[in-house]
């Protein structure tokens, strides 16, 4: 099983459409989660961490929830510039950082 | 600020040869890291450093080398190159006290034949 799991997608969606995106994570002493951005053959960026209480950042929405191990994304009023793969990314102690194999979002017009 | 530049961007390489992955940060950041992307998989640790002098192993260090002798450079070497190194390389930088947030540089396309 592997210690970060999204779903692949594709997830193709109309502007202005709602989309959430799951991510499952085995390792319960897991401390840190973000959300990171990656463009088609480009390098991945930080969107947004993800804190217990939950968190909003515009039009993106993160929540966390430990007892079932499990991060969650949402976007509201999807644009087409949020086209991109979706990174979801755990950090346990000391320096390790695992990351998921990412969703793939479409907006289409 | 540039922030993390990588050379080069594009590589091929027949199967046996040794080549050095330049990676470079101007944002005085303590950590470095090396991933490998591969289709289908997520971004994989390689090597990381903490410090100047420090390195440690990754998930998949087989077949790599690391050294860091400055803040700012942290070079990947591949030691005799095989098909199954072909990937994505990306460096990453972060700061100790931010730590989840890594930048990274825009990774160089390897190809082993």
């Known amino acids: 099983r592997k210690e970060v799991e999204q779903d692949p997608g594709p997830f193709n969606v109309p502007e202005g459409a709602t989309v959430a995106f799951n991510c499952t994570y085995s390792?319960?002493?897991?401390?840190?989660f973000f959300w990171y951005r990656q463009d088609c053959r480009k390098e991945p960026k930080l969107l947004m961490s993800?804190?217990?209480s939950g968190n909003e950042d515009g039009r993106f929405t993160a929540q966390l929830n430990r007892a079932s191990q499990y991060i969650s994304l949402l976007i509201r009023d999807s644009k087409l510039s949020d086209s991109a793969t979706y990174l979801c990314v755990v950090k346990t102690g000391g320096f390790k950082t695992i990351f998921g194999a990412g969703t793939r979002l479409f907006v289409k017009a | 600020n540039a922030g993390v530049t990588q050379t080069p961007k594009f590589q091929v390489l027949k199967t046996g040869q040794s080549m050095t992955l330049q990676c470079a940060q101007d944002?005085?950041?303590?950590?470095m890291s090396w991933y490998r992307q591969d289709p289908g998989m997520g971004l994989r640790l390689i090597h990381y450093s903490v410090g100047a002098g420090i390195t440690d192993q990754g998930e998949v260090p087989n077949g790599y080398n690391v050294s860091r002798s400055t803040t700012e450079d942290f070079p990947l070497r591949l030691l005799s190159a095989a098909p199954s190194q072909t990937s994505v390389y990306f460096c990453?930088?972060?700061?100790?006290?931010?730590?989840?947030?890594?930048?990274f540089g825009p990774g160089t396309r390897l190809t082993v034949l």
């Open positions: 993800v804190y217990s």
């Open positions: 990453a930088s972060s700061s100790r006290l931010a730590t989840g947030e890594q930048f």
């Open positions: 944002m005085n950041h303590e950590y």
């Open positions: 390792n319960s002493a897991s401390q840190s």
